[in-house]
């Protein structure tokens, strides 16, 4: 799972989100990679055609040099880290406690059903901005509208 909130002065607060099923197997990748990462950051660039401020946690496939010279492509793309291990700074962490609330004490017979589970869970914050603006006002965050010069 990857996702990221995404804020517009004057418009409601968005989450985008990209989940992948990894199959178990020898020799598989069991995450999301660079090219998963930059298929989301796209995906909403594609609409607004307008510069994007990314901030960003240090997972390893977000620092690598991959990564960095697929940001480097991407004029349109400024990218802030978060310092490390600093995962109350991160609004996006809120979602994902707030997703993994439901299933945590449910036995799943076959993982399209938890699939399916987090997809609605994922969904449903669509529709609620205001709990988006939570986990943005939770991690200290606000979205200022600049000073008109």
């Known amino acids: 799972m990857a996702g990221l909130i995404a804020m517009r002065p004057g418009s409601r607060t968005r989450l985008r989100h990209r989940l992948r099923t ?5 020799g598989t990748r069991r995450s999301m990679g ?13 609409p607004v055609k307008a510069p994007i401020v ?6 390893n496939t ?8 697929l940001i480097a492509e991407r004029a349109w ?14 609004p996006v ?9 439901s299933p945590a004490n449910l036995a799943v017979v076959a993982l399209d059903r938890l ?20 986990f943005i006002a939770g991690a200290g965050l606000t979205l200022d509208d600049p000073a008109s010069p």
Request: aromatic share 10%.
């Open 22 to 26: 990894h199959r178990a197997g020898r």
């Open 34 to 46: 660079e090219r998963d990462f930059l298929a989301l950051i796209d995906g909403v660039h594609q």
């Open 54 to 59: 990314l901030v960003w946690d240090r997972l």
């Open 62 to 69: 977000h620092v690598s040099h991959a990564m960095r010279e």
């Open 77 to 90: 793309l400024t990218v802030f880290l978060l310092p490390a291990y600093s995962t109350d700074l991160n």
């Open 93 to 101: 962490e809120g979602v994902w406690a707030h997703v993994k609330r």
């Open 115 to 134: 699939e399916a589970l987090v997809r609605n869970r994922l969904k449903r914050l669509w529709y609620r901005p205001n709990t988006l603006d939570g």
